[in-house]
């Protein structure tokens, strides 16, 4: 469909601009408040024994926007997007979604909501067939009612429809040829490509992706950029936690910076990663104090080359 | 070695009620275990309170038969509420620990001398008329079945009748409810429940659906063999039960329709034929007695049953019905 992708891309350029236009007005402070957010988080806290893992004052997600959320290992990351979508209960803390209070509710309740996520660790449904896998995330189906389930004319209709649909998310993420495959016979790239596809199934108005390029292999990493890029042109707004600066260089219109629980920096990605205060949450502050200015420029190479190291190393 | 009694024995039991008995216990392991991924160990324990629904429903509180079966059912859907409602939140394996225990604590009440009055305790219910009368009053059949090597008793015949009815409607809604869009659900929570909550179902929900379901076809099991023996004995649901339950499901291959019932006529039919050829062996003196003697039958028949079952187990793993390729999938 080469003029399908004509429009994409115009349209691509549109609303990326849009997000990039809304989020110039944002403040580039930790907490900082968006011209039109969907998602506002105020305390959130959860501690394991006496660890904070979590400890966030205030976060607002802006509308339509993909907002990249890094920072170092054990920086909380994973356990705030399991605290935002219901899979752990905070110690305090409240957030709106589209201005509903969702803070109390059950994971399953969220996502029909509409704020769905996806895993770290893929979650594909090993012995059900791709197709069974996307059907699954259809919401309301008849059939799921235990009395309907037995009497097909009540849900034969529905499930033709979710069917179609499933299929054509098959043909946009280039699954059609493992249609009828066993969902654990996928590549690592296949399954991260099912997961979202399956995530768009429930029809969210936001989705969380956990480390979407993780295990991907480098040519699959770019068409999941395109995707991701993709979700944005349809109105979806995107959270995603990355470990490839590039991949948030190239991709995100906004970067939230978390090291030890706390949000340490807000910002569009070239600034963000320029910032004092994230190389710091990278590599801790202080470690070790310049004497000289031309010291001080080593370093600062030499921090970065370790950046880049780092997120090469996280590809593999 | 009397070849027509062993081929007679063999034969009758393949259609008896054990098969009966198993088939459902299994398809009830089936929907729990198969299906949805739930380890329940305490299927006995459902199978008993499906036995002594009906049969103190009967003798100790004077109901109807049908009235009894809803008492049953109303014990049974009470049973799987009370032990899903703590666990089900759990992971897998508690729910297994708790099952386990469950059914012991069921057997040991039942069983309990203190109760007597009520449930007879470890003699069981039984001789009392009230019991099973009304159901033989049911019976339409004039007299024994008799056919070639078959022969099955006219009471016997009536409980298998009733039973295999219960296992083609259990095996019409299992296959029913497989193949709908809430057993796509169920099908999903055995994969991974985390996924399946992600994406906007109520898991919670749906896996106490499928432990009471399970649970009715465990029940059932059970009220077979309560009007197969004519008694609700305690030691009928002891935990080995479950196990065998379980070799039926394995044998037969998970998560397919047909796999409980197959298993079960394999498991039975083998027990059955093991134990008259044996019995015969000893008889005729064939088997030396430093080897083992005649009231050893019994356990030799289990370790020889054990053996093809562990045989059947490393060479086809997958079980009758079962797919391999699926077994050997990553469940990542």
Not at chain 1, 178 to 204: I, T
Not at chain 2, 189 to 198: F, G, H, L, Y
Not at chain 2, 255 to 271: D, S, T
Not at chain 2, 282 to 304: A, C, E, H, K
Request: charged share 20%; proline share 4%.
């Amino acid at each position: 469909m080469p003029a399908d992708n004509e429009a994409t891309t115009t349209q691509q350029g549109e609303r990326a601009k849009a997000a990039v236009a809304a989020l110039s007005t944002a403040e580039q402070v930790p907490g900082g408040s968006k011209p039109d957010p969907i998602l506002v988080a105020d305390n959130v806290v959860r501690t394991f024994g006496g660890l904070k893992a979590v400890d966030v004052d205030h976060l607002e997600i802006q509308r339509g926007s993909i907002t990249a959320l890094i920072g170092p290992n054990g920086a909380g990351k994973t356990t705030c997007f399991n605290l935002l979508t219901g899979f752990d209960k905070p110690d305090t803390g409240t957030w709106q979604f589209n201005g509903d209070e969702i803070s109390k509710l059950a994971p399953h309740r969220v996502a029909r909501r509409g704020m769905v996520r996806t895993f770290q660790l893929t979650k594909s449904l090993a012995r059900m067939t791709v197709l069974e896998n996307l059907r699954l995330g259809a919401k309301d189906q008849k059939g799921e009612h235990l009395w309907a389930s037995v009497l097909p004319f009540l849900w034969r209709d529905q499930e033709q429809s979710v069917t179609e649909r499933a299929d054509e998310l098959l043909e946009h993420f280039n699954l059609v040829r493992v249609r009828d495959d066993y969902a654990g016979s996928l590549s690592g790239g296949q399954r991260k490509l099912l997961e979202m596809a399956r995530a768009l199934m429930v029809g969210p108005e936001m989705v969380m992706l956990d480390e979407p390029m993780a295990g991907v292999n480098p040519r699959l990493r770019q068409s999941l950029n395109e995707h991701i890029r993709g979700l944005r042109e349809t109105g979806m707004t995107v959270v995603f936690v990355e470990h490839d600066m590039d991949v948030v260089r190239d991709v995100s219109d906004w970067v939230v910076v978390m090291a030890q629980g706390q949000i340490v920096a807000e910002g569009p990605p070239q600034e963000v990663m320029a910032q004092q205060s994230v190389i710091d949450a990278y590599l801790g502050a202080h470690h070790d104090a310049p004497l000289t200015e031309a010291e001080e420029e080593a370093q600062l190479e030499a921090v970065q080359e370790q950046l880049a190291q780092e997120s090469e190393e996280g590809t593999q | 070695m009397d070849w027509g009694s062993i081929i007679s024995q063999t034969l009758s039991a393949l259609i008896g009620w054990e098969v009966v008995a198993y088939s459902l216990a299994a398809m009830g392991l089936n929907i729990h275990f198969g299906y949805t991924g739930l380890l329940n160990f305490g299927q006995a324990g459902f199978m008993a309170v499906g036995a002594y629904g009906v049969a103190m429903g009967i003798s100790t509180f004077g109901l109807s038969l049908g009235m009894a079966v809803l008492f049953a059912i109303a014990f049974t859907i009470l049973l799987a509420l009370l032990l899903g409602i703590p666990t089900l939140r759990l992971r897998a394996d508690y729910l297994a620990i708790v099952t386990i225990a469950t059914g012991e604590i069921l057997r040991l009440f039942f069983r309990s001398a203190t109760l007597s009055e009520w449930t007879g305790g470890s003699d069981g219910l039984q001789g009392n008329p009230l019991f099973t009368q009304q159901f033989k009053n049911l019976n339409p059949y004039g007299g024994p079945l008799d056919v070639g090597p078959i022969f099955l008793t006219q009471h016997i015949l009536w409980v298998i009748t009733v039973g295999w009815v219960l296992v083609a409607l259990g095996i019409l809604v299992t296959w029913l409810l497989m193949r709908s869009p809430w057993g796509r659900v169920i099908k999903g929570i055995r994969e991974d429940e985390e996924a399946v909550r992600s994406l906007g179902k109520n898991v919670f929900a749906y896996k106490m659906q499928s432990l009471i379901i399970g649970g009715l076809f465990g029940a059932a099991a059970g009220v077979i063999i309560a009007l197969a023996a004519s008694s609700a004995n305690p030691d009928n649901f002891a935990p080995q039960y479950t196990f065998f339950a379980y070799t039926v499901l394995l044998l037969g291959g998970a998560a397919r329709v047909f796999g409980p019932v197959v298993g079960a006529v394999i498991f039975v039919g083998a027990l059955v034929f093991v134990d008259a050829i044996l019995k015969g062996a000893m008889s005729d003196g064939l088997i030396p007695t430093w080897v083992m003697d005649g009231d050893q039958v019994g356990q030799v028949r289990f370790i020889l049953i054990g053996l093809v079952l562990m045989l059947l187990m490393i060479f086809r793993p997958q079980g009758i019905f079962g797919d391999k390729k699926e077994l050997q999938l990553d469940a990542r």
